[in-house]
């Protein structure tokens, strides 16, 4: 049973950074996609960032660009967001997302969440 696990979510001002993890477990995650996913309040998910098993990451989406990145550590089965310059429109509940590359844009396994909230 593939359990995601994201921590890390809070309140940050307007300008400010915060650091998502996600810790994953259940089985090995060789050939795994890992990434992000998040939904504001009355809108829709919105994918945020993948990243393969290398380490190389798909480009993020344009609403993020340059101000989110994406890492991963295999060894402790770990995918991470770093956001900087955060902004009001950035709240919402982050999602961690898994599953093998060869079934994306669908992903398998996702997180309970964890919520974000940017401060004006």
């Known amino acids: 049973q593939v359990q995601l696990v994201e921590s890390g979510g809070g309140l940050v001002q307007t300008g400010g950074s915060l650091r998502l993890s996600c810790a994953a477990s259940?089985?090995?995650?060789?050939?795994?996609?890992m990434g992000w996913f998040r939904q504001a309040p009355g809108k829709e998910r919105e994918f945020v960032a993948t990243i393969n098993w290398s380490g190389t990451p798909t480009p993020t989406a344009d609403s993020v660009k340059g101000r989110f990145t994406i890492s991963r550590d295999n060894a402790k089965n770990t995918v991470y967001l770093q956001m900087n310059s955060l902004k009001p429109e950035d709240t919402a509940v982050y999602y961690c997302v898994a599953s093998p590359w060869g079934r994306l844009p669908n992903y398998d396994h996702w997180g309970q969440g964890t919520q974000v909230t940017v401060s004006s």
């Open positions: 259940g089985r090995t995650f060789v050939n795994y996609a």
